[in-house]
T-cell receptor, first 114, second 113 residues
Framework: GQQLNQSPQSMFIQEGEDVSMNCTSSSIFNTWLWYKQDPGEGPVLLIALYKAGELTSNGRLTAQFGITRKDSFLNISASIPSDVGIYFCAGQTFYGGSQGNLIFGKGTKLSVKP | NAGVTQTPKFQVLKTGQSMTLQCAQDMNHEYMSWYRQDPGMGLRLIHYSVGAGITDQGEVPNGYNVSRSTTEDFPLRLLSAAPSQTSVYFC????????????FGPGTRLTVL
């Protein structure tokens, strides 16, 4: 089946540093999504990407949909302590004109040192 | 709007016991799904439903049953719990053509001894 390779698995950074994480796949996706999960909570959608090459920002977060449609990255600029959590990428394809289910990466655990 | 609610928040079972994890949403969403989350594994789809009366299997359906008798509720049943089902379970909902904007519940942490 389809799989997403998300890296790095974990990051431990200093407050104020920039962060970059990415997802790759051998399959093509029509949509790339980035979620954040706080401890004890469900994932919350951060950014959705719908077109190959698309670059989208949400505050200090920037994400891009790779040209090949097989990869995506998420950057966080000037990290702050509340950025701590697990970040998941997810890909979605279309089947017969309908949206398919989401395939999730294994997550990047971000720790920020004040 | 309460969004997506799940009960219980925590549960401990013995091997072989059965139980139902409850999920409800008040957003009139047609699409609902169940995921399990294990350390280092991300979220894996167990079952999903595109509307009342319609369910289908996801990536890891074995050992779980679902039903969808109403739009609001999508319970997940474990008929005979096994230690391998120790996990955190998340329910999510969205509109069928907007499954990219799924809303997740707070999760149920299940331990099977």
């Amino acid at each position: 089946g389809q799989q997403l390779n998300q890296s790095p698995q974990s990051m431990f950074i200093q407050e104020g540093e920039d962060v970059s994480m990415n997802c790759t796949s051998s399959s093509i996706f029509n949509t790339w999504l980035w979620y954040k999960q706080d401890p004890g909570e469900g994932p919350v959608l951060l950014i959705a990407l719908y077109k190959a090459g698309e670059l989208t920002s949400n505050g200090r977060l920037t994400a891009q949909f790779g040209i090949t449609r097989k990869d995506s990255f998420l950057n966080i600029s000037a990290s702050i302590p509340s950025d701590v959590g697990i970040y998941f990428c997810a890909g979605q394809t279309f089947y017969g004109g309908s949206q398919g289910n989401l395939i999730f990466g294994k997550g990047t655990k971000l720790s920020v040192k004040p | 709007n309460a969004g997506v609610t799940q009960t219980p928040k925590f549960q401990v079972l013995k091997t072989g016991q059965s139980m139902t994890l409850q999920c409800a949403q008040d957003m009139n969403h047609e699409y609902m799904s169940w995921y399990r989350q294990d350390p280092g594994m991300g979220l894996r789809l167990i079952h999903y439903s595109v509307g009342a009366g319609i369910t289908d299997q996801g990536e890891v359906p074995n050992g779980y049953n679902v039903s969808r008798s109403t739009t609001e509720d999508f319970p997940l049943r474990l008929l005979s719990a096994a230690p391998s089902q120790t996990s955190v379970y998340f329910c999510a909902s969205s509109q069928p053509d907007e499954t990219d904007t799924q809303y997740f519940g707070p999760g149920t942490r299940l331990t099977v001894l």
